[in-house]
Every structure is written in structure tokens, then in C-alpha cells.
């Protein structure tokens, strides 16, 4: 009887010892598809690693850049795995907030685009890893443009885009020439407005830091955004952003559209749009030089440097991001619906190439992109459609209210750029870039 009892109880301490060594990883992420279908795979890592348990806090765009903000720069340590993106990546990375990210062989990291890699790299050190990137790429109804005789080019000029959208706009019939982003915030109306200034030869700030938004390029970039999108764009403009315009063009309502190159898979899916087989691709149009005038941003994964949990998150953020993971994706559920924007493999793959049509623009958009030189003059920031500082997030929020006012019609783009430059150079002066 003793040998019997301390059996059970040997079995229970082994037990005990067993659930205390399970690590829980407790992730932040954001509430879209390719993050949903994350957690439902999730149950793979958690098979092959059953001394971790994975804990998900999923959030909505704005409020997971809040929490892990707060989170990260109090060392609130709530989180083992955050997702974040090319804009907190570099400033998080430079001030030692996040953990180094080591990969293996196996997980080959030379496989990933060179623009991903170095967008999340500081001092040639990965601090995050791109779960699925994206760039901006001009996508229109190919149907429209034949019938008005225009063969889009596949690098086109705004130009061009503005004589075809006069050309296609027809309200009587539900077609507007244009769509474009229009509501304000930094990651909103001003992600696109920045590569319509780059392309015009503008930037945020010189050399020296000063902000630079009463410059001739970006009155020239934002009296010609205004004037498109007020002669050949929807009503209330002002208050489209990515969702907004996305359902109006797979109803067909849009002539074209420049927006992210994740678009593309949504507006060719018939299971969506309802002109799924009219769509085309072509790169973002450009104006004075075609430097910056495609963004680049990727979805990442990273581990915060105060983690207690680094071994295990290692794994989880090397598995997620891995060759790995994009095939249980295309086994699971087709490889139209793989992360796409990170690895040359997935566009090396036959099968990826015949579900996704728009793989090759979306690549050359991709691999075209340099946040490390994506402005005519030079620039002392790092990023495309925003500056790499702390200061930009609220630089960008009220210049986007502000250009979003000019769309309106509620004041001037003049007057909009006016306030715009003195609320930048009030930010920048406080946060002592220069007196």
C-alpha cells in the first residue's frame, strides 16, 4: 500500500512539475484575417512544442499600437510576442526595447525580401520578423480603360492616371474615375499622401529637421490630390479609407484605385468583388522621380528585450514567420490565401504565381521600395510613407486632420499646409531637434 501511495503521489509531483514548465506566451495582435488565421494554426506550434501554451490578445488597429506602446516603453512587461510594424520596429530597436530576433539555418533568413529584412533591421541586427508585408500598387478596371482606348502603362505617371480617370469618371452610372484615402491619421490619408509628395520630389523634413510642408512639391502633390479626387473621385472622400474604398471597388464603383498591395488578392477574389476577372495591377504612378512613390510596411513579430520568455518566444515568432508556416497556410486553406510580402520563396512558387495574379507587381512594388533612400533630397529619416521618430505620430495625425479639412472643401490646401508646418515645427522644436 505505502509503494502504491507514494507512486500516485510521485506521479502527481511529476505532474505538478510538468504544468508549472508549461510557458505561457501571451501575444498581442491585430483583429485581421492573416492574424485569425494565425490563432486557428496555432494549435500546430502548440502540438510540436507542448511545453508552451499560447495565449492570444487580439486587438483593433489603433488601440494594439496604444497597449503595446504603453506596454513597451513603461516595461509594463503584459506581453511575450507583439506585433508591430516598420514604424516602431527601428525606433524600438535603436533605444534597446526589443530582443534581437535569432534565426536558424533552417528558417533562412537570407530568404526574406532584402526590403523586408533591412526595414526591420538596425545595425544589420533583425528586431522583428515580417509576418506579411505589403507595398502600394495602382489597381484598376482593365474593362474601362480598354473601352476607353487606354492601355495602362505598368509604370505609369499621374499624369496618365489623371487624363483616364476624366476619361472613365461616370457618376450618372455608379463608376467614379478615382478612389483614394481621404480619412485622416498618420497610418491613414497621410501613408498615401507621403508617396504622392515623395514622388514629387518633397519630403517630411531636411537635414537640419525642419519640417518642410510649406515646400513647392507638396503644394503641388496635395492642390493635384485635392483636384483629382474632387473632380473624378466619390463623394465624401474625406472620409474613405482602406475598408471604405475596398467595398466600393469590389462593387465595382471605383476606375481605379492606388492603395496596399494586400488589396489586390481581395478585389481579384470573386468570392468578393464583383469584378474580381476585370481587375489589373501596375506600379504606383510617379510624378517628378519614382523614389518613394510606393510605400512599404510589414505586420511583424517581436519580442520585448524585458521578456522572461525569450526562448520560447524565439520559437513561436521564428515558426510563425517561417517557410513552414506559409505551406501549412496553402495546405490549410489554398495559397491564395498565404501571407504574402516576405519571402522570394512564396513568388518563386508555381502554385502561389496561378492563385495570385497581381505576384509580380506586387513583388516589383515590394523590392522597389527603400526606406533608407526614398526621397529626391536627402533626408535625415528612415521610412517611406512616414519618418522612423517618435515625434511623427502626432505630426501625422494633425497634418492628416488638416488635409482631410482641404478635401472637405473646409479650408484652403494653402491655409491646410500653413497650419500644418506650424504644428510640425512647434513638435519639433519641443522635442529639441533644433531651436
Not at 45 to 52: G, S, V
Not at 142 to 150: C, E, F, H, M, R
Not at 237 to 253: D, M, R, V, W
Not at 296 to 315: H, M, N, R
Amino acid at each position: 500500500m505505502k509503494f502504491k501511495l507514494s507512486a500516485v503521489v510521485a506521479a502527481s509531483l511529476l505532474a505538478t512539475g510538468m504544468a508549472q514548465a508549461a510557458t505561457e506566451l501571451v501575444i498581442a495582435t491585430v483583429n485581421n484575417g492573416h492574424m485569425i488565421e494565425m490563432q486557428k494554426l496555432g494549435k500546430h506550434f502548440e502540438q510540436a512544442n507542448p511545453d508552451i501554451k499560447l495565449k492570444w490578445v487580439t486587438l483593433e488597429e489603433g488601440t494594439l499600437r496604444q497597449r503595446v506602446t504603453t506596454d513597451i516603453a513603461t516595461k509594463g512587461g503584459q506581453f511575450d510576442v507583439m506585433t508591430i510594424g516598420m514604424y516602431e520596429t527601428p525606433i524600438w530597436g535603436k533605444k534597446g526595447w526589443l530582443q534581437e530576433v535569432k534565426t536558424d539555418a533552417a528558417y533562412d533568413a537570407d530568404d526574406l525580401l532584402p526590403a523586408m529584412r533591412n526595414g526591420l533591421s538596425v545595425d544589420g541586427k533583425l528586431f522583428a520578423v515580417p509576418f506579411y508585408g505589403e507595398s502600394s500598387m495602382l489597381m484598376y478596371r482593365k474593362d474601362l480603360a480598354d473601352k476607353a482606348g487606354v492601355k495602362v502603362a505598368d509604370k505609369p505617371s499621374w499624369n496618365d492616371i489623371k487624363d483616364l480617370a476624366a476619361k472613365i469618371h461616370d457618376p450618372k452610372n455608379g463608376v467614379y474615375g478615382i478612389c483614394l484615402r481621404g480619412k485622416p491619421g498618420w497610418g491613414d490619408n497621410m501613408a498615401f499622401l507621403s508617396t504622392l509628395v515623395n514622388t514629387h520630389g518633397g519630403q517630411w523634413f531636411d537635414m537640419q529637421w525642419k519640417p518642410q510642408l510649406e515646400s513647392k512639391p507638396w503644394k503641388d502633390a496635395i492642390n493635384f490630390y485635392v483636384d483629382l479626387l474632387k473632380s473624378y473621385g466619390p463623394p465624401g472622400s474625406s472620409a474613405n479609407s482602406f475598408n471604405e474604398i475596398l467595398a466600393l471597388t469590389n462593387e465595382g464603383k471605383c476606375g481605379m484605385w492606388v492603395d496596399a498591395t494586400i488589396a489586390a488578392s481581395f478585389v481579384s477574389d470573386p468570392k468578393q468583388s464583383k469584378v474580381a476577372d476585370k481587375m489589373a495591377f501596375a506600379q504606383a504612378p510617379t510624378m517628378v522621380t519614382p523614389k518613394g512613390a510606393n510605400w512599404l510596411w510589414a505586420w511583424s513579430l517581436a519580442i520585448p528585450s524585458g521578456s522572461k520568455k525569450v526562448d520560447a518566444a524565439q520559437k513561436f515568432v521564428t515558426w510563425a514567420t517561417s517557410k513552414d508556416y506559409i505551406q501549412l497556410v496553402a495546405k490549410t486553406n489554398g495559397w491564395g490565401a498565404v501571407p504574402t510580402g516576405t519571402r522570394k520563396s512564396t513568388y518563386a512558387s508555381a502554385e502561389f504565381q496561378k492563385a495570385a495574379r497581381f505576384a509580380a507587381a506586387e513583388k516589383a512594388a515590394i523590392d522597389s521600395a527603400n526606406p533608407n533612400d526614398s526621397t529626391l533630397p536627402k533626408s535625415p529619416y528612415v521610412g517611406v510613407q512616414f519618418a522612423a521618430i517618435p515625434e511623427f505620430q502626432a505630426i501625422g495625425v494633425t497634418v492628416g486632420q488638416q488635409m482631410s479639412a482641404a478635401l472637405a472643401g473646409k479650408t484652403t490646401v494653402d491655409a491646410a499646409l500653413k497650419a500644418s508646418q506650424a504644428a510640425a515645427e512647434r513638435e519639433m522644436r519641443k522635442a529639441g531637434y533644433y531651436k
